[in-house]
C-alpha cells in the first residue's frame, strides 16, 4: 500500500514525496485505494452480462454519499493497512481525511437513503446502477452570518473528484420543446415523432459504489449537462461575445444546482428541465443496454426493475411510453403493460407541495410529446374507473393526472402510481396514511399497488465508520457477527444487565462527546462541557419538523433556570443543526431564531453553564458522522402523520442515544424493537392530529392555559432575543397563536413534560446507560441490507446472496 501510494504521488500527482501537500497525499492515497476496486467492478459488469440476471436501476434527483475514502477502504478491508501506510509515511491521517470535501450530490434524508440502498445493493450482490445529477456546486453551502443562512456555492469539484471516470463515449441527446409530426405507418398505425426545438446532452460519469467486504461493485452514473455545441462561432465574430455562449450557459445551467428555488417560473422550469434530463438520459441508458443484450425490448420487465426515489423522477412514466412508442414502434396496450411492469415509485411524503405539480402550459411547452402521452393515460384512467360501481365525480377528480382547481397542472405524484408495478411508502405508518389521504381513490382503484418498505441505513457508515470505538467494543463483547448481520446486535442485549459493560459503553459515548465538543469550540468559539447531556435536534429545517417546539422549551427552561437558580437542574447542550431551503422565508427565520437564543443563553452568567445552545452550520454527512455518536438525546418530534419515516431516529438509536419522539414515521416501529421504557413518546396520534384540525383548533387559548409557554411568547414578542430588531420574532408568535398548523402549541405541554422526565432518567447514570445499550441491541432491524432484501423479494424479483 505505501509502495502504491508513492506511485501515485509521483506518477499520477506529480509530486516528490518531500515536497508533497496534505491534499497531494489525498489525491495519491484516494487513487491507490481506487486501484483496489477496479478489477471487483469489472467483475461484477461482467458477471451481469453473462449471467443475464434481472438488473435494478434507482433513479433519484439527488444521493448524499458523503466522503468516500474511509468508506471505501473500510468496505473493501484496507482501512488499517492504508493508515499504517500513510503514519509510515509520516502523514496525519485525520488531517489529511478532513481535507476531502462531501460529495454535494444530496440535500436530507431522501439522498442519505439513497446512498445507503446503493451501498446495500452492492453488499447483497444485485446487480444495480444508480442514476442521478453530477452536480457543479449541489445544494449549497450553508454559512451563518449574524445569525441568518446564507448559501454559497458548495465547490466540491475544484480539485477534480478522484472517484469518477467520466465515460465521454456514453452521451445522449436530451431534447425540449419544439413540436410533434403524426404520420400512419405501413400498417395504418398512427406514429408519432417528436422534433425537440433544443437538444443538450448528457455526459456519463460513473462512480463504483463498494459493498461490505467488497462482494460487489455497482456503478452511479450521474449526468453532467453540456451543450450540442460550445458556442456559436458566426456570433462570437460579430461581437456578441456573451451571446455566443447563451445556449452552453443554458444547458450547463441543468447540472449547476440541486434543487434551485422553483418560487419564478424560471425556476419552476430549470426544476423541470433537470428532472427530464436525468430520467430521459437514464431511461435511454438502460434501454440500450437491455437491447444491446438481450434483443428484444418486449423482455424489460423480466430483466430491468426501476425504481423511483420520489415523484422527481416521475416523468419517467411518459418517457419510457414514448421510447416504446415512438422508437420502439410497439402499440399503446403492450406499451403500457411493459411500463407498468418495469416502473416502481417510492413515495416519501404525504406533503402536497413535495409530490409535485407542474403547470400543463409549462409542460406543453418543454414537453409536447409527454403531455400527449399524459392526456392518453388520463384518458384510459378516467375511462377505467367509471367502470366502477362506486365511480363518482369526487373520485374522478381525485385520481386525475390533470388538477383542475389549482391554475390546472400535472399531478406527478398521480403520474407515478399508475403508471408503476408498486408503490411503496416507507413506514408502516406512512403506507397506511397514503391509503386513506393523498392516494385514497387510486388506492381503491387499484387495491393491491400500494406496500410499505420502511426505510434502512447502512452499518457500514453510521456505526462501523462513524463510531469506532463501539464497534470494536461490540466486537469485544459479542464477536464479528454484526458487521455481516445487524440484527446481530441483538447479543448485546443481555449485557445491558452488566454494569461493567455499562460503564465501558459510556466511556465510549463521553469519548465522542469530547470529540464533539472540541468541533464545537473549534467552529463556534463556545465551550460545552461533555458530561451535559448533549440534546441533539439536526435535520433539514422546516415548520413540520418542528424545530419551534424545541426552541420555545428551551427558553421555558431558560426562564426556570433563572427563576429558580437553587434547584438541581440537569446541565444541558441543546445542539442544533439543518438547511433551510433558500426560498422558505420562515426555515431561515427559525435558523435566526436559534442563533438569537444562544448568544443570550450562552452569555448568561445566571445559567452557570447549565443550558448551552449551539446552531452548527452547513450540516452534511461528515458533520452528522461526529454528531450522531455524540448524541445521548435524539429529538424526532414532527407533527404525527407528516414525517413519512425518518431515518435520523435509526442512526441516533444505533450508536446508543435515547429518542424523544411523537408517533410519527418509523418512530413508532422504533418504539416496537427497542421497547416502552426506552423511548420518550408524547403528544397527539396522527389520528388526533387530523381530529384536532377538523374540529378547529384554537391555539391561543392553549398558549394562556400554560404559564412556561405565554412567557415565552411574550419575551419573543417583546424582543428578549432580538434587542437589535424587537419585533424581528413576532410573525413567529403570531402564526402560532393564531394558526399553527403543525400543532406546536397542542403538544407543549406532552413535550415539556417528557423533557422533564428525560432529565429526571439523566440522575442515574446506570439506568440511563441499560437505555441507551439496549437502544443499540434492538437497532438491528432497521439496517438497509433488511429493507434492501425487502425490496427484492416482494418489488423487484431479484435474487440476493
Same mark, same amino acid.
Given at each position: 500500500?505505501?509502495?502504491?501510494?508513492?506511485?501515485?504521488?509521483?506518477?499520477?500527482?506529480? +509530486?516528490?514525496?518531500?515536497?508533497?501537500?496534505?491534499?497531494?497525499?489525498?489525491?495519491?492515497?484516494?487513487?491507490?485505494?481506487?486501484?483496489?476496486?477496479?478489477?471487483?467492478?469489472?467483475?461484477?459488469?461482467?458477471?451481469?452480462?453473462?449471467?443475464?440476471?434481472?438488473?435494478?436501476?434507482?433513479?433519484?434527483?439527488?444521493?448524499?454519499?458523503?466522503?468516500?475514502?474511509?468508506?471505501?477502504?473500510?468496505?473493501?478491508?484496507?482501512?488499517?493497512?492504508? !493508515?499504517?501506510?500513510?503514519?509510515?509515511?509520516?502523514?496525519?491521517?485525520?488531517?489529511?481525511?478532513?481535507?476531502?470535501?462531501?460529495?454535494?450530490?444530496?440535500?436530507? #434524508?431522501?439522498?442519505?437513503?439513497?446512498?445507503?440502498?446503493?451501498?446495500?445493493?452492492? @453488499?447483497?450482490?444485485?446487480?444495480?446502477?444508480?442514476?442521478?445529477?453530477?452536480?457543479?456546486?449541489? *445544494?449549497?453551502?450553508? +454559512?451563518?452570518?449574524?445569525?441568518?443562512?446564507?448559501?454559497?456555492?458548495?465547490?466540491?469539484?475544484?480539485?477534480?473528484?478522484?472517484?469518477?471516470?467520466?465515460?465521454?463515449?456514453?452521451?445522449?441527446?436530451?431534447?425540449?420543446?419544439?413540436?410533434?409530426?403524426?404520420?400512419?405507418?405501413?400498417?395504418?398505425?398512427?406514429?408519432?415523432?417528436?422534433?425537440?426545438?433544443?437538444?443538450?446532452?448528457?455526459?456519463?460519469?460513473?462512480?463504483?459504489?463498494?459493498?461490505?467486504?467488497?462482494?460487489?461493485?455497482?456503478?452511479?452514473?450521474?449526468?453532467?449537462?453540456?451543450?450540442?455545441?460550445?458556442?456559436?462561432?458566426?456570433?462570437?465574430?460579430?461581437?456578441?461575445?456573451?451571446?455566443?455562449?447563451?445556449?452552453?450557459?443554458?444547458?450547463?445551467?441543468?447540472?449547476?444546482?440541486?434543487?434551485?428555488?422553483?418560487?419564478?417560473?424560471? #425556476?419552476?422550469?430549470?426544476?423541470?428541465?433537470?428532472?427530464?434530463?436525468?430520467?430521459?438520459?437514464?431511461?435511454?441508458?438502460?434501454?440500450?443496454?437491455?437491447?444491446?443484450?438481450?434483443?428484444?425490448?418486449?423482455?424489460?420487465?423480466?430483466?430491468?426493475?426501476?425504481?423511483?426515489?420520489?415523484?422527481?423522477?416521475?416523468?419517467?412514466?411518459?418517457?419510457?411510453?414514448?421510447?416504446?412508442?415512438?422508437?420502439?414502434?410497439?402499440?399503446?396496450?403492450?406499451?403500457?403493460?411493459?411500463?407498468?411492469?418495469?416502473?416502481?415509485?417510492?413515495?416519501?411524503?404525504?406533503?402536497?407541495?413535495?409530490?409535485?405539480?407542474?403547470?400543463? $402550459?409549462?409542460?406543453?411547452?418543454?414537453?409536447?410529446?409527454?403531455?400527449?402521452?399524459?392526456?392518453?393515460?388520463?384518458?384510459?384512467?378516467?375511462?377505467?374507473?367509471?367502470?366502477?360501481?362506486?365511480?363518482?365525480? $369526487?373520485?374522478?377528480?381525485?385520481?386525475?393526472?390533470?388538477?383542475?382547481?389549482?391554475?390546472?397542472?400535472?399531478?406527478?405524484?398521480?403520474?407515478?402510481?399508475?403508471?408503476?408495478?408498486?408503490?411503496?411508502?416507507?413506514?408502516?405508518?406512512?403506507?397506511?396514511?397514503?391509503?386513506?389521504?393523498?392516494?385514497?381513490?387510486?388506492?381503491?382503484?387499484?387495491?393491491?399497488?400500494?406496500?410499505?418498505?420502511?426505510?434502512?441505513?447502512?452499518?457500514?457508515?453510521?456505526?462501523?465508520?462513524?463510531?469506532?470505538?463501539?464497534?470494536?467494543?461490540?466486537? /469485544?463483547?459479542?464477536?464479528?457477527?454484526?458487521?455481516?448481520?445487524?440484527?446481530? *446486535?441483538?447479543?448485546?442485549?443481555?449485557?445491558?444487565?452488566?454494569?461493567?459493560?455499562?460503564?465501558?459503553?459510556?466511556?465510549?459515548?463521553?469519548?465522542?462527546?469530547?470529540?464533539?465538543?472540541?468541533?464545537?469550540?473549534?467552529?463556534?468559539?463556545?465551550?460545552?462541557?461533555?458530561?451535559?447531556?448533549?440534546?441533539?435536534?439536526? +435535520?433539514?429545517?422546516?415548520?413540520?419538523?418542528?424545530?419551534?417546539?424545541?426552541?420555545?422549551?428551551?427558553?421555558?427552561?431558560?426562564?426556570?433556570?433563572?427563576?429558580?437558580?437553587?434547584?438541581?437542574?440537569?446541565?444541558?447542550?441543546?445542539?442544533?443543526?439543518?438547511?433551510?431551503?433558500?426560498?422558505? @422565508?420562515?426555515?431561515?427565520?427559525?435558523?435566526?431564531?436559534?442563533?438569537?437564543?444562544?448568544?443570550?443563553?450562552?452569555?448568561?452568567?445566571?445559567?452557570?453553564?447549565?443550558? +448551552?445552545?449551539?446552531? *452548527?452550520?452547513?450540516?452534511?454527512?461528515? *458533520?452528522?458522522?461526529?454528531?450522531?455518536?455524540?448524541?445521548?438525546?435524539?429529538?424526532?418530534?414532527?407533527?404525527?402523520?407528516?414525517?413519512?419515516? #425518518?431515518?435520523?431516529?435509526?442512526?441516533?438509536?444505533?450508536?446508543?442515544?435515547?429518542?424523544?419522539?411523537?408517533?410519527?414515521?418509523?418512530?413508532? /416501529?422504533?418504539?416496537?424493537?427497542?421497547?416502552?421504557?426506552?423511548?420518550?413518546?408524547?403528544?397527539?396520534?396522527?389520528?388526533?392530529?387530523?381530529?384536532?384540525?377538523?374540529?378547529?383548533?384554537?391555539?391561543?387559548?392553549?398558549?394562556?392555559?400554560?404559564?412556561?409557554?405565554?412567557?415565552?411568547?411574550?419575551?419573543?414578542?417583546?424582543?428578549?432575543?432580538?434587542?437589535?430588531?424587537?419585533?424581528?420574532? !413576532?410573525?413567529?408568535?403570531?402564526?402560532?397563536?393564531?394558526?399553527?398548523?403543525?400543532?406546536?402549541?397542542?403538544?407543549?405541554?406532552?413535550?415539556?413534560?417528557?423533557?422533564?422526565?428525560?432529565?429526571?432518567?439523566?440522575?442515574?447514570?446506570?439506568?440511563?446507560?441499560?437505555?441507551?445499550?439496549?437502544?443499540?441491541?434492538?437497532?438491528?432491524?432497521?439496517?438497509?441490507?433488511?429493507?434492501?432484501?425487502?425490496? $427484492?423479494?416482494?418489488?423487484?424479483?431479484?435474487?440476493?446472496?
Amino acid at each position: 500500500m505505501r509502495a502504491a501510494i508513492f506511485a501515485k504521488l509521483t506518477y499520477a500527482v506529480g +509530486k516528490d514525496p518531500a515536497g508533497a501537500k496534505l491534499h497531494d497525499w489525498l489525491r495519491a492515497t484516494s487513487l491507490a485505494v481506487r486501484d483496489h476496486i477496479v478489477d471487483r467492478w469489472i467483475a461484477s459488469v461482467r458477471e451481469a452480462y453473462i449471467t443475464g440476471r434481472k438488473r435494478v436501476y434507482y433513479l433519484s434527483l439527488d444521493f448524499m454519499i458523503g466522503r468516500q475514502l474511509r468508506d471505501v477502504s473500510s468496505n473493501l478491508l484496507l482501512d488499517g493497512v492504508m !493508515r499504517e501506510a500513510l503514519i509510515e509515511a509520516g502523514v496525519d491521517y485525520h488531517a489529511m481525511a478532513e481535507l476531502e470535501p462531501d460529495a454535494a450530490l444530496g440535500n436530507g #434524508g431522501l439522498g442519505r437513503l439513497a446512498a445507503c440502498y446503493m451501498e446495500s445493493m452492492a @453488499t447483497l450482490g444485485i446487480a444495480a446502477h444508480g442514476y442521478g445529477i453530477r452536480y457543479d456546486h449541489g *445544494l449549497f453551502r450553508q +454559512k451563518i452570518a449574524d445569525g441568518w443562512q446564507t448559501e454559497l456555492p458548495e465547490d466540491w469539484l475544484a480539485f477534480g473528484n478522484p472517484w469518477e471516470f467520466e465515460r465521454r463515449e456514453v452521451a445522449y441527446e436530451i431534447g425540449f420543446g419544439g413540436t410533434v409530426d403524426a404520420s400512419e405507418a405501413w400498417d395504418g398505425a398512427v406514429r408519432h415523432t417528436w422534433r425537440p426545438a433544443e437538444r443538450v446532452l448528457a455526459i456519463a460519469y460513473d462512480t463504483p459504489i463498494v459493498g461490505w467486504r467488497g462482494a460487489r461493485v455497482n456503478t452511479l452514473r450521474l449526468w453532467r449537462a453540456r451543450a450540442a455545441d460550445p458556442m456559436q462561432l458566426e456570433t462570437f465574430n460579430r461581437g456578441d461575445h456573451i451571446g455566443a455562449v447563451a445556449d452552453r450557459t443554458r444547458a450547463e445551467s441543468i447540472s449547476r444546482v440541486l434543487y434551485p428555488s422553483d418560487s419564478t417560473q424560471a #425556476g419552476q422550469e430549470l426544476r423541470l428541465r433537470q428532472e427530464f434530463f436525468f430520467t430521459a438520459a437514464s431511461l435511454q441508458d438502460l434501454v440500450r443496454r437491455h437491447v444491446q443484450q438481450f434483443g428484444d425490448i418486449r423482455s424489460l420487465p423480466d430483466k430491468a426493475a426501476i425504481q423511483l426515489n420520489d415523484t422527481h423522477p416521475a416523468i419517467a412514466v411518459a418517457e419510457l411510453m414514448r421510447i416504446l412508442l415512438d422508437v420502439h414502434a410497439l402499440g399503446w396496450e403492450e406499451a403500457w403493460s411493459i411500463t407498468r411492469g418495469t416502473i416502481n415509485y417510492t413515495n416519501h411524503t404525504l406533503l402536497p407541495e413535495a409530490l409535485e405539480m407542474w403547470p400543463v $402550459s409549462l409542460m406543453e411547452r418543454l414537453l409536447p410529446r409527454h403531455m400527449q402521452i399524459i392526456y392518453a393515460i388520463n384518458a384510459k384512467l378516467i375511462a377505467e374507473a367509471r367502470k366502477r360501481p362506486d365511480c363518482n365525480d $369526487s373520485m374522478l377528480a381525485a385520481i386525475s393526472l390533470i388538477d383542475e382547481w389549482h391554475g390546472r397542472g400535472v399531478r406527478m405524484g398521480n403520474l407515478a402510481f399508475v403508471g408503476s408495478h408498486k408503490v411503496n411508502g416507507v413506514s408502516a405508518l406512512h403506507s397506511g396514511l397514503m391509503k386513506k389521504t393523498v392516494f385514497r381513490d387510486l388506492a381503491a382503484l387499484y387495491p393491491d399497488r400500494i406496500t410499505n418498505k420502511t426505510n434502512g441505513i447502512t452499518p457500514r457508515r453510521w456505526l462501523m465508520q462513524a463510531n469506532p470505538d463501539l464497534t470494536r467494543l461490540v466486537r /469485544e463483547t459479542v464477536g464479528d457477527a454484526p458487521l455481516d448481520d445487524l440484527e446481530k *446486535l441483538s447479543l448485546l442485549a443481555p449485557h445491558a444487565k452488566d454494569a461493567a459493560f455499562r460503564e465501558r459503553f459510556m466511556r465510549v459515548k463521553h469519548a465522542n462527546k469530547e470529540r464533539l465538543a472540541a468541533l464545537i469550540l473549534d467552529r463556534l468559539g463556545v465551550r460545552v462541557d461533555p458530561t451535559a447531556l448533549f440534546d441533539v435536534h439536526v +435535520k433539514r429545517i422546516h415548520e413540520y419538523k418542528r424545530q419551534l417546539l424545541n426552541i420555545l422549551e428551551t427558553i421555558a427552561l431558560y426562564d426556570a433556570i433563572r427563576a429558580q437558580p437553587s434547584v438541581d437542574w440537569v446541565p444541558r447542550v441543546k445542539i442544533f443543526a439543518g438547511k433551510a431551503a433558500p426560498s422558505y @422565508t420562515t426555515a431561515k427565520y427559525i435558523i435566526k431564531l436559534v442563533n438569537d437564543l444562544a448568544r443570550v443563553v450562552n452569555s448568561d452568567p445566571a445559567t452557570r453553564g447549565l443550558l +448551552k445552545v449551539v446552531f *452548527l452550520p452547513n450540516y452534511n454527512v461528515s *458533520l452528522a458522522e461526529v454528531i450522531i455518536p455524540a448524541a445521548d438525546l435524539s429529538e424526532q418530534i414532527s407533527t404525527a402523520g407528516m414525517e413519512a419515516s #425518518g431515518t435520523g431516529n435509526m442512526k441516533f438509536a444505533l450508536n446508543g442515544a435515547l429518542t424523544i419522539g411523537t408517533l410519527d414515521g418509523a418512530n413508532i /416501529e422504533l418504539k416496537e424493537h427497542v421497547g416502552d421504557d426506552n423511548i420518550f413518546i408524547f403528544g397527539l396520534t396522527a389520528e388526533e392530529v387530523e381530529a384536532t384540525r377538523r374540529q378547529g383548533y384554537n391555539p391561543g387559548e392553549t398558549v394562556s392555559r400554560i404559564p412556561a409557554l405565554s412567557a415565552a411568547f411574550e419575551s419573543l414578542y417583546a424582543g428578549v432575543y432580538s434587542p437589535d430588531d424587537p419585533s424581528r420574532h !413576532r410573525g413567529t408568535v403570531d402564526a402560532l397563536r393564531n394558526h399553527d398548523y403543525f400543532l406546536v402549541t397542542a403538544d407543549f405541554a406532552a413535550y415539556a413534560e417528557a423533557q422533564r422526565k428525560i432529565a429526571g432518567l439523566w440522575r442515574d447514570p446506570m439506568e440511563w446507560a441499560r437505555k441507551a445499550v439496549l437502544n443499540t441491541a434492538h437497532s438491528g432491524w432497521f439496517s438497509s441490507d433488511r429493507a434492501i432484501r425487502q425490496y $427484492s423479494e416482494e418489488i423487484w424479483n431479484v435474487p440476493t446472496r
